[in-house]
């Protein structure tokens, strides 16, 4: 099974952060996939912020 927007992986290989998402490779430091995981969590909470004003 292939790493999809309903699937995503993720991978440490050789001290970097390797996401896998639609088909798209990304490579991040530590510091930048702290950064992203901060930035996801936001974006999450503020989506089912929106999905709960729309019920």
């Known amino acids: 099974m292939s790493p999809n927007a309903y699937r995503p992986e993720a991978s440490a290989i050789a001290g970097k952060v390797h ?6 490779h990304q ?7 702290e950064s ?4 996801l969590t936001d974006a999450v909470e503020q989506a089912k912020k929106q999905e709960a004003e729309k019920a």
Do not use: L, N
């Open 19 to 24: 996401t896998f998402v639609c088909g798209g």
């Open 36 to 39: 992203y995981i901060q930035k």
């Open 27 to 33: 490579v991040m430091s530590i510091a930048a996939a």
